[in-house]
C-alpha cells in the first residue's frame, strides 16, 4: 500500500513533534506545519491523505485554513480543539473538517481515526462501478462523487458518506444514533449535531430548503429520511 501522507498543522511544539514521531512510527509521511500560513504554503505544493488542523493558531486561525483547503480538495481533515465548547467544534465541521478531537488526546486515538478516515476514502476496495440516480442526483459509488444535474457537489468523505447511507433507502428513517454508527463508524462526543452539521452541508450543497426539503427530509424527534423522487 502506497504510504499515506499527512499535513499536522499545530503551534505547540511538544504536541507537533510527539504527534509527528508517533504518526512516522505508524508508517505516515508526515509534513509538520507550525502556523495557518506554513500550512496553507504545504497544502499549496504537495498533495496530502489527510489534514490534521489545530484550530487555535497564529497567523492564519484554522478555520480560516479549513475554509481555504476546502475550496480546493475534499482530503478528510481531523479538526484538533482545545476548547470545550461544542459550538467551537461544530463550527469547524460546518467549514467541512470531517472529525475532531479535543485536547488532550492521545495519539493512538488520533491514529485509530485517521485510519477511519482514509478506510472512507479510499474506494480501491469496492469492486465495480455503481451508481445510485434519483431523479437528477446521481451517486457515483466508487468513484465517491455526487452530481446534481451534471455538477460534481464536491461533497467532502463525511457528507459523501451519509448522503449514500440515507440514499441507499429511499423512505427509511434514519436515527442520528445509527447515522452515526453508519457513517462515523464510532462513538462520537456531541453525535446528533455532528450528524446535524453534516446534514445542513449536504442541503445547502444539494440545493435542499430545510423548510421544504427536495431530497433529505427532517423526521422530528428521529432523525433524517431520503426522499424517493418517483
Ligand atoms: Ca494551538
Known amino acids: 500500500m502506497k504510504t499515506k501522507r499527512v499535513l499536522l498543522v499545530e503551534d505547540e511544539k ?12 505508524e508508517g505516515f509521511w508526515v509534513t509538520a506545519a507550525a502556523d495557518g500560513e506554513a500550512a496553507l504554503h504545504a497544502f499549496s505544493l504537495h498533495n496530502f491523505d489527510l489534514i490534521v488542523l489545530d484550530l ?3 497567523k492564519v486561525r484554522g478555520e480560516e485554513v479549513c475554509s481555504e ?16 465548547e461544542v459550538e467551537d467544534r ?8 470531517d472529525d475532531y478531537l479535543v485536547k488532550p488526546f492521545s495519539p493512538r486515538e488520533l491514529v485509530a481515526r485517521i485510519k477511519v ?10 469492486p465495480q462501478r455503481d451508481i445510485l440516480k434519483y431523479d437528477d442526483l446521481e451517486l457515483d459509488v466508487s468513484g465517491h462523487r455526487a452530481l446534481l444535474a451534471g455538477k460534481d457537489l464536491d461533497l ?46 449536504l442541503r445547502a450543497k444539494l440545493g435542499d430548503d430545510p423548510k421544504c426539503p427536495r431530497y433529505i427530509s427532517t423526521v422530528h424527534g428521529v432523525g433524517y429520511r431520503f426522499e424517493s423522487q418517483e
Open 69 to 84: 483547503v476546502r475550496k480546493k480538495s475534499d482530503v478528510p481533515i481531523i479538526m484538533l480543539t482545545a476548547k470545550g
Open 156 to 201: 467532502t468523505v463525511s457528507e459523501f458518506r451519509l448522503l449514500l447511507v440515507l440514499a441507499r433507502y429511499p423512505g427509511r428513517v434514519y436515527s442520528r444514533m445509527e447515522l452515526v454508527d453508519k457513517v462515523l463508524g464510532y462513538d462520537f462526543e456531541g453525535y446528533e449535531r455532528t450528524v446535524d452539521s453534516h446534514v445542513k452541508n
Open 117 to 126: 478516515l482514509l478506510r472512507r476514502s479510499n474506494t480501491s476496495d469496492l
Open 14 to 25: 511538544n504536541i507537533r513533534d510527539a504527534v509527528a514521531a508517533y504518526l512516522e512510527r
Open 90 to 97: 461544530i463550527a469547524g465541521l460546518e467549514l467541512g473538517a
Open 56 to 58: 487555535g493558531l497564529p
